[in-house]
């Protein structure tokens, strides 16, 4: 197993992320728990002791599932990680009340590492919010032991991203960010982590494997990868991607069954950044993949001075491509739902007149008629 210095910590660079552990009959509620604790066995007797699990993960229940299977080993054995649920407004003025529950689902006394769970578009000015004291109470939590590094994970855009480290910056120890080799272009993941570079805060990776698309290549977009690592397994380039960046510390992976754990323990019982050429050629693949299915959108805004209906158009072209490329997802209703819904791409009339003025003639009324269909 690779290690990564943190803090004067020994952390595994393979993290056991606990959001798609094993189910029974298809429930993502009912955890197969004898399933689940031989992955945590394995994990832990092959060096891995970064786990990472949260509130709303299988209903509410990988926590408990998790808190069991780690109850047996000696607790300065394993990092723990979970995080305030502030994906759902709701939870906002309850921080005591969850995170009581959470040490108490978790079956320990403190969180090694604990974070503001999804900001996002959606919550960011919540989070901000005084009146709730979320910032106060989790910064208490840290000053009385009980969080013992505070952090946040991130699925917002770069604006959103600023906000939160322009106001609580200074105090995150760590940023869970969703970095692959698609994303690093396509959601900005470049700039996001060196803004966070700016703040000397490293990256924590989610969705390495972006829901396991950059698992399933097809064959030719595979070829030319197996044609620079004839040895190298398809899901292991993105984990390599990863390891050639120095931001990252932990690469966290919500592993299924026991077959996925013994292929990631594989690929990081060593270290393979990738050469220069070989970074460009897979920059180059993700590039293709995004465009098979994106409009190419340089957000010129000729278009935004043209709608009747003050639509942005390059914003609501930017998440039709990220819902299109990704055949749904929850990132781009996310973010819509912190717009009005006659900024919705359902408020647009067909009218065309963007499409007059739009450079490279994109048939833009289509888009949104089709990206109101995905939506529902």
Request: hydrophobic share 40%.
């Amino acid at each position: 197993m690779i290690y990564k210095e943190f803090q004067g910590l020994k952390l595994s660079a393979l993290g056991m992320g606990c959001m798609r552990l094993p189910v029974l009959d298809g429930d993502d509620a009912r955890i197969d728990e004898s399933a689940a604790a031989e992955m945590v066995d394995l994990a832990m007797a092959s060096g891995v002791n970064y786990y990472d699990t949260a509130w709303g993960y299988h209903d509410g229940n990988s926590e408990l599932v998790l808190g069991r299977a780690l109850a047996k080993y000696p607790r300065e054995s394993f990092y723990l990680a979970d995080k305030f649920p502030g994906y759902d407004l709701s939870n906002m003025d309850k921080v005591e009340e969850i995170f009581e529950k959470q040490l108490e689902k978790c079956q320990v006394d403190h969180f090694d590492f604990y974070l503001f769970h999804n900001v996002c578009e959606m919550n960011i000015d919540a989070y901000l919010d005084p009146k709730y004291g979320i910032y106060d109470y989790l910064m208490e939590q840290k000053k009385n032991g009980r969080i013992r590094h505070l952090g946040f994970s991130c699925h917002g855009a770069l604006p959103v991203l600023r906000r939160f480290l322009e106001a609580y910056g200074r105090d995150m120890e760590f940023c869970q960010l969703q970095v692959n080799y698609i994303d690093w272009a396509f959601q900005d993941d470049k700039e996001k982590v060196a803004l966070l570079e700016q703040y000397h805060i490293p990256v924590w990776v989610m969705e390495p494997l972006r829901g396991g698309r950059l698992a399933r290549l097809s064959e030719a977009e595979a070829a030319p990868l197996k044609e620079m690592r004839p040895d190298e397994t398809i899901p292991a380039w993105a984990f390599r991607f990863l390891q050639s960046l120095p931001q990252v510390v932990v690469t966290l992976s919500g592993m299924s069954d026991l077959e996925q754990m013994k292929a990631n323990l594989a690929t990081f019982e060593t270290e393979r950044p990738l050469a220069e050429t070989e970074m460009d050629r897979l920059l180059q693949l993700a590039g293709g993949m995004v465009s098979e299915s994106a409009l190419p959108c340089t957000a010129c805004h000729y278009c935004t001075s043209h709608c009747p209906q003050g639509l942005d158009i390059p914003g609501l072209l930017a998440l039709y491509n990220e819902h299109a490329f990704t055949g749904g997802g929850f990132i781009a209703p996310m973010a819509l739902s912190a717009l009005p819904q006659d900024k919705w791409p359902s408020a647009c009339i067909g009218c065309g007149s963007c499409e007059a003025v739009c450079p490279q003639q994109l048939k833009i009324a289509d888009a949104m008629a089709a990206f109101s269909k995905m939506l529902g």
